[in-house]
Structures are given as C-alpha cells and as structure tokens.
C-alpha cells in the first residue's frame, strides 16, 4: 500500500511505500532484522500484542506455516492490490483460516486521478465500488459482520471528490452485512496555515473522525499507516503498544484497531534510528525466509476483521 500527502488541493509526492512493489535486487546479501524475536501467537499475550502482516502477494500455501510462527493474522486483498496486474489472495481463505490465521480484510480505493476521470459521480463510484466489495467478501465466504478496510492510499486532508467516494464506499458497506473500515494514514501531514500564521498539520484519520462526526456517518474502524521511527519500532516482530500509534484508540467516530508500523521497502527520511531493524536491500523480512518481504502490523484482536 502506498500512501501520497495532500495540502488543501495540492497533492504531493511524498508517500508511504508498502509491501506492494516487487522487491529490488539486493547489492548486498539482505539481513533480517529481528530474528531472534520470539514467536507471537502464544496464548495468554494482552490483546493489542497481537501482531500480523500484509503484503500485496500471497505467500504461498507452503509459507503459511513459517508464517504462523510469527504472526496471528494476514491482510487479504478482495480486489486487485495497488501496483499489481492480478489479486492472488482470492479463494486462500480456507487455506489461511486453516492454518490459524485471522484475516484484515482489504479492498484497493481509488485515488484521487482515477475518481475525478471516472463516469460516475464519486459517491456513485464509491457505492459501486463497496459493492463490488460486498460481492467479493461474500463469495470468499467471509462471515457476517466482518469489517472490510478501504485502503485509501493518498493522505492528509481528504480532497472533496475523495471524501464524496470515501464516504460513499463507507456508508454503502454500513448498510450491508459487513462492517466499514479504513486503512489511512496516521502521519501528521501539512494542512496550510492558522490565524497566527504557523502552520498546521492533519492526519487522515483525523479527517475522517471530524467529518464523520460533523455529518452523523456511521463510524470506520481504522486501520491506521505511521512508519515514522518514533513511534514505530521499524522491522521488528515485537510489536509496539497500540496505544503509541499517535492516533486516539477510542472514538464515536471509529476506533483505531490496527497499526501498520513497519513498511517494504523503509523511507530512509523516516527510519533513519531504526535502519538497523531492516535489510540491507530496505526492506523488512522480519524473521522469516529472507526471500518473503513484508509489512507489520499490531492489533487488539488476533482477528482484527472478525473474518473467521
């Protein structure tokens, strides 16, 4: 998942990489950065200890197991991942439940380009997305009340044809058996200037908060993106607290419920003091085969969509 800034009307070119690009061609042999960490889906660990991956790819069905040794649950892509020609996740879900996984159910948003040129209004495009959505979690036989995160990849203060399609996805998905969510970004973005003439910043989970409680929406539960060494520990699979995302866990307007800390490849400007966590290529393999780079996420559950 890639996540790009805005200001006012004016996108900018900063952006949160993921495990969404293939991996480059390491120079040097690629280290691992947390091997030794311990295995993470023991009983007994306080909820929001639980840690899990996402990545664009599915791993493999011979992976699963390497897999489970380190993380309690799995993002799973209900539409085509962002960067990518094809979806491998659809029809793993037994495969990943079977193998003691819960589930971040994902469905790829539009950015702001692709809205403003589509035929439809944006919150006919977002109501028709989130049924495409709907459609697509029902046919992968996930249960009532799951909660499917919109991955909205472009952050700061939501443009007014982002919000018209974000709202429309969300309000659309509220009214069927499923839940909405929202993976967003967490990071303080640059929001023009106050009164006084200083400048102000804004996260798009905070956007969204604001305006879901101006509007009386139904609330998202947010998944929020902050790889910013600190909070974030960098390529570790002892997770951080939950609490320590920089975004309020509690909310009428949607709890926080995931952290992605840790991205492939890093932003070098961001994880400058956790460099060390990462390979030598950037990128986070987190104990697991060198050859399987990933994100890293803590949650309060060890099923933060309910997908099981």
């Known amino acids: 998942m890639r996540v790009s800034y805005q200001t006012g009307m004016v996108l900018l070119a900063m952006s949160f990489p993921a495990a969404c690009k293939r991996a480059p061609d390491p120079i040097d042999p690629p280290r691992a950065g947390a091997m030794a960490d311990p295995p993470i889906a023991d009983a007994g660990r306080k909820p929001q200890d639980y840690v899990g991956f996402d990545r664009n790819d599915y791993p493999g069905d011979d992976r699963l197991a390497e897999l489970h040794n380190h993380f309690a649950f799995a993002g799973y892509w209900l539409n085509i991942p962002p960067g990518e020609q094809r979806n491998t996740w659809l029809g793993k879900r037994q495969k990943l439940e079977q193998a003691g996984f819960g589930f971040l159910v994902l469905a790829n948003g539009r950015l702001d380009r692709e809205i403003k040129r589509a035929k439809l209004a944006p919150q006919a495009l977002g109501q028709k997305d989130a049924a495409d959505s709907i459609a697509a979690a029902t046919r992968e036989g996930f249960p009532d009340h799951t909660i499917v995160f919109l991955d909205q990849e472009e952050g700061g203060r939501l443009l007014p044809e982002q919000s018209a399609y974000f709202f429309g996805w969300t309000e659309a998905v509220a009214a069927s058996r499923f839940r909405p969510g929202s993976y967003l970004s967490g990071q303080q973005a640059d929001d023009g200037t106050g009164p006084d ?32 060494c600190p909070p974030a520990p960098g390529c570790t699979i002892q997770p951080p607290k939950l609490k320590d995302s920089g975004t309020a866990l509690k909310s009428d307007a949607g709890d926080a419920m995931v952290w992605q800390y840790s991205q492939s490849p890093r932003r070098p400007e961001l994880t400058r003091s956790c460099a060390k966590t990462y390979a030598t290529d950037g990128m986070c393999y987190a104990g697991v085969s060198t050859d399987l780079f990933l994100d890293l996420d803590v949650a309060n559950s060890a099923d933060p969509s309910h997908g099981r």
């Open 197 to 228: 003439g200083k400048p102000l910043t804004i996260t798009t989970a905070q956007d969204v908060r604001e305006q879901i409680a101006a509007r009386h929406l139904h609330p998202v539960v947010l998944w929020v993106a902050q790889d910013e």
